[in-house]
């Protein structure tokens, strides 16, 4: 089973800086079944990254994502207010299918 | 627009049974494979439970295997999710959500719902 180590557990943050998010796999993935996901309170969880650095639509150029093998990473330049949520990186292999790692929450300072 | 809707949540006492329903509109229901993915108070994300376009593939995290049962009718453009023997730790909100890939599985939930809290206590 691979597991995803997400980092930092938390990140604090002022609207206009620059984020930088890491996911860390447990051994060799393929970067096509990578991607991100942002989740506020009381919403859906939204899809921010597929395939390790494909935007998913309507998401904004400030969002970005890189990476391969077993290092992953999502950055957000320019910090707008509505950047501010929990991120998950996700994981698409054969047992159990789906793995989640276990998010980095970013917060304003 | 893509609407998924879920219903069916509640109080339950643990060792009961619940079923939860996600009604989904606006795009071709029969063509996704759809997932169940919840989320523990304090806790993060954990997929659940997914079914292919078919009900060719269906899978299960270890934490519900034996326990639920994941079903869909294309008909219906419904997803379904039989919870029986509910245990504390089962208590989540839970979403349904759309896979990306058209006529097979992929990596990716484009679409989710709002979630229904399920609540397993005595």
């Known amino acids: 089973e691979i597991v995803l180590t997400q980092s930092p557990g938390t990140l604090s943050l002022s609207p206009g800086d620059r984020a930088t998010l890491s996911c860390r796999a447990s051994q060799s993935v393929s970067g096509s079944a990578l991607g991100w996901y942002q989740h506020k309170p009381g919403q859906a969880p939204r899809l921010l990254i597929y395939?390790?650095?494909i935007r998913a639509t309507g998401i904004p150029d400030r969002f970005s994502g890189s990476g391969s093998g077993t290092d992953f990473t999502l950055t957000i330049t320019r910090l707008e207010p509505e950047d501010f949520a929990v991120y998950y990186c996700?994981?698409?292999?054969?047992?159990?299918?789906?793995?989640f790692g276990q998010g980095t929450k970013l917060e304003i300072k | 627009e893509v609407q998924l809707v879920e219903s069916g949540g509640g109080l339950v006492q643990p060792g009961r049974s619940l079923r939860l329903s996600c009604a989904a509109s606006?795009?071709?229901?029969?063509?996704?494979?759809m997932h169940w993915v919840r989320q523990a108070p304090g806790k993060g994300l954990e997929w659940v439970s997914g079914?292919?376009?078919?009900?060719?593939?269906?899978g299960y995290a270890d934490s519900v295997k034996g326990r639920f049962t994941i079903s869909r009718d294309n008909a219906k453009n419904s997803l379904h999710l039989q919870m029986n023997s509910l245990r504390t730790e089962d208590t989540a909100l839970y979403y349904c959500?759309?896979?990306?890939?058209?006529?097979?599985?992929?990596?990716?939930?484009?679409?989710w719902g709002q979630g229904i809290l399920v609540t397993v206590s005595a």
């Open positions: 079914i292919s376009w078919n009900s060719g593939w269906i």
């Open positions: 996700q994981h698409f292999g054969n047992s159990p299918p789906y793995t």
């Open positions: 395939g390790a650095s």
């Open positions: 606006g795009f071709a229901f029969n063509d996704y494979a």
């Open positions: 959500a759309k896979d990306m890939g058209l006529g097979e599985l992929s990596p990716d939930f484009d679409f």
